[in-house]
């Protein structure tokens, strides 16, 4: 299976939700684009046969001896127990595969996330076994091969990185990695605050006067920009788009989190008693220290979860307060305030003067005359 294959039985798995469920019916009555199934097991009776690709999301696939498969066969959460013919690529997530005495698979076999093969000796399988992704990115696999994937290896050949030497070259190379990714991040803080000192100002306002706010619509955001990246990745014409949504969302998740350094940085610095110090090394050194921290946690094995936490926390609370102010252009007011200045106390209505009437006009004069007398 090449890699445009793989990618597409990817997306299938990711983007299933999305998709309408079909009614399991009879083999005789099998669409020819394919079967896709929801929360119920599937079993493809003896010598019946699928028009196309299989997909069963959230249960079980038993494909019976003698039936066909005549695509692609994908069981997401569930087993698939095969002892028919699959004529393109068997992909199982988060489950099991048991290969029969009679089954063939004309294509790979791949076992990914949280999967078990289980395999008898007279199965046949015409491309690769694989487990995972393809991992291209691993510092020891061999570039000059294409099509690399990560095969499962055999009991009796040890697999190459497994030595003292490579697993401490690994080590430092993931350190070096972190440390470059620190700096890289702390430079583009004080950057940033260099050219946008007042766009960060408001970004960091919003998040320590509006928490609430911040973290709720930050969390939506996310929310919705993973969905819509799904949504536009499935498709042909609108892929490149799912692009742009997720380097639009990294970038103000990344100027949330610039914000908040600022914010860390100034109080540090203040804390220390530097006095004034320009805004482009306050905001540089309080990113480079929550960013420390946060990769930091993830590093350490018992900490990682801590860790992961932290940076959701906080990009939640940063990606919110770039939403409310749109990237920093738009004071955001809280609707307390809002109300507040749209309808301002109401004073105390003045009394109307009194007229003075006749009697009090002589009673004035009287008492005018007794004083001069």
């Known amino acids: 299976m090449d890699k445009q294959a793989l990618f597409c039985l990817t997306m299938i798995v990711l983007g299933g939700f999305l998709l309408p469920a079909t009614t399991v019916t009879a083999a005789s009555e099998q669409p020819d684009d394919g079967v896709v199934i929801w929360n119920e097991n599937y079993t493809l009776p003896e010598d019946e046969e699928v028009n196309g690709d299989l997909v069963v999301f959230n249960g079980d696939a038993t494909l019976e001896a003698g039936s066909r498969v005549a695509g692609d ?3 997401w959460n569930g087993t698939a127990d095969v002892n028919g013919v699959v004529e393109g690529t068997l992909v199982i997530s988060n489950g099991e595969i048991q290969l029969g005495a ?20 007279a199965a ?21 091969q294409p099509g690399l994937r990560l095969r499962i290896p055999d009991p009796d050949e040890e697999p190459p990185w497994v030595s003292g030497a490579q697993r401490l070259l690994r080590w430092i190379l993931r350190i070096v990695r972190s440390v470059v990714t620190t700096l890289v991040i702390a430079a583009i803080g004080g950057l940033v605050a260099l050219i946008w000192p007042k766009a960060t100002a408001e970004v960091e306002r919003t998040v320590f006067q509006s928490p609430g706010v911040s973290i709720g619509v ?5 929310i919705a920009a993973v969905a819509l990246v799904v949504a536009l990745a499935i498709t042909i014409c609108l892929s490149p788009l799912a692009a742009l949504v997720g380097l639009a969302v990294g970038a103000a998740g990344l100027f949330g989190w610039v914000a908040i350094g600022s914010r860390v940085g100034r109080r540090l610095l203040r804390a220390l008693g530097t006095g004034d110090v320009a805004p482009l090394w306050s905001t540089a050194l309080g990113t480079l220290i929550i960013t420390l921290i946060s990769l930091g946690l993830t590093a350490a094995f018992c900490l990682a979860p801590l860790g992961w936490l932290l940076i959701f926390v906080l990009g939640s609370f940063g990606l919110g307060a770039v939403v409310l102010t749109r990237f920093g252009t738009t004071p955001y007011v809280p609707s307390a305030h809002r109300e507040l200045v749209a309808s301002p106390p109401a004073h105390a209505p003045m009394e109307a003067p009194v007229e003075p009437t006749v009697e009090s006009e002589e009673g004035a004069a009287t008492g005018r005359e007794e004083e001069e007398t």
Do not use: K, M, Y
Request: hydrophobic share 45%; charged share 25%.
């Open 73 to 75: 066969t994908v069981v």
């Open 102 to 121: 009679q089954a063939r698979v004309r294509g790979d076999v791949v076992c990914s996330w949280n999967c078990d093969i289980q395999r008898d000796e």
């Open 124 to 144: 046949r399988i015409d491309g690769d076994i694989i487990e995972g992704p393809a991992l291209r990115w691993l510092p020891f696999a061999e570039w000059g």
């Open 218 to 222: 930050g969390v939506l955001t996310l």
